[in-house]
């Protein structure tokens, strides 16, 4: 692979590229502090163009809001590091993309406070087409560079772990 990403990496993907062909769903990805690391991971294994439509990288408010839609009460009122954030951009994407899946990652990965909210603080969401919308939260403690592989890969651990909860 291109990057040479360790194997457990790679395994990972092409464990995700399998469950969702296995159960024809399709995924697209809106993406904030990770700004296209998701995208990259699951295109790197080859394949990925019959399930995986596209993606999104919301780094600027404007964008959430005027392209992917997010409220802006949201963001206002929860601001753009919060599941509430993180839920919309998983919703809307999904949306946008007609897919059945969308995933989405927002957070703060430095190099210091946003919107008063700690370093390292990510949130995750996974939308799935008429079962629901789900986040998560992580507390990365790494480099910049390593939180935001550490935070692409805890979002495909948890769109696995969502795919499994409500489809198996």
Not at 59 to 64: L, N, Q
Not at 107 to 126: F, I, Q, S
Request: charged share 25%; net charge positive; aromatic share 4%.
């Amino acid at each position: 692979m291109g990057k040479d990403y360790p194997r457990e990496i790679i395994e990972l993907v092409k464990r995700l590229h399998q469950v969702l062909l296995d159960r024809h769903l399709s995924l697209s990805t809106a993406e904030s502090c990770t700004g296209g690391k998701v995208a990259d991971l699951i295109t790197e294994v080859p394949g990925a163009s019959r399930f995986f439509k596209g993606s999104i990288v919301a780094y600027w408010v404007e964008i959430k809001k005027n392209v992917l839609g997010v409220s802006g009460r949201t963001i206002q009122q929860k601001g753009v590091v919060s599941p509430e954030t993180a839920g919309e951009m998983a919703e809307r994407v999904r949306k946008i993309l007609n897919t059945d899946i969308g995933l989405s990652t927002t957070g703060n990965l430095g190099p210091e406070a946003l919107e008063g909210k700690d370093v390292g603080l990510v949130y995750l969401g996974v939308s799935i087409s008429g079962t629901g919308t789900w986040t998560r939260e992580l507390k990365l403690k790494g480099t910049r560079q390593d939180n935001k592989l550490t935070a692409s890969l805890e979002a495909l651990k948890f769109l696995l772990n969502r795919i499994d909860g409500e489809t198996s």
